[in-house]
Nanobody
Framework: QVQLVESGGGLVQAGGSLRLSCAASGRTFRMYTLGWFRQAPGKEREFVAAMNGSGGNTRYADSVKGRFTISRDNAKNTVYLHMNILKPEDTAVYYC???????????????????WGQGTQVTVSS
């Protein structure tokens, strides 16, 4: 079992930055694929970024590429989402997710992750 707890959300002006954190329990954290998803009101949960256990594979949604960066600190059992040049359309609840496997063909699907955090709200004002 893995438990995930997100933090770092808040209200920011367009063009600003935020860093989300997701602290995980579990001794084998370094082996897990980690992902970030987001869900805006009235919309489906969508993929944002993912990284495999070794960190050798990272993927981003086109909408955040060049602005967001996923990183992990295995010593702290924490995954981060660094968000820059934020836009109002980035407003959503952000969720971190984890799974024991890296699915190269479906890393962007919610069903590829067994474990989820409770979410943290990010609001970007124009």
């Amino acid at each position: 079992q893995v438990q995930l707890v997100e933090s770092g959300g808040g209200l920011v002006q367009a063009g600003g930055s935020l860093r989300l954190s997701c602290a995980a329990s579990g001794r084998t954290f370094r082996m897990y694929t980690l992902g970030w998803f987001r869900q805006a009101p009235g919309k489906e949960r969508e993929f944002v970024a993912a990284m495999n256990g070794s960190g050798g594979n990272t993927r981003y949604a086109d909408s955040v590429k060049g602005r967001f960066t996923i990183s992990r600190d295995n010593a702290k059992n924490t995954v981060y989402l660094h968000m820059n040049i934020l836009k109002p359309e980035d407003t959503a609840v952000y969720y971190c997710a984890a799974d024991q496997s890296w699915y190269s063909g479906s890393y962007y699907l919610t069903r590829s992750y067994d474990y989820w955090g409770q979410g943290t709200q990010v609001t970007v004002s124009s």
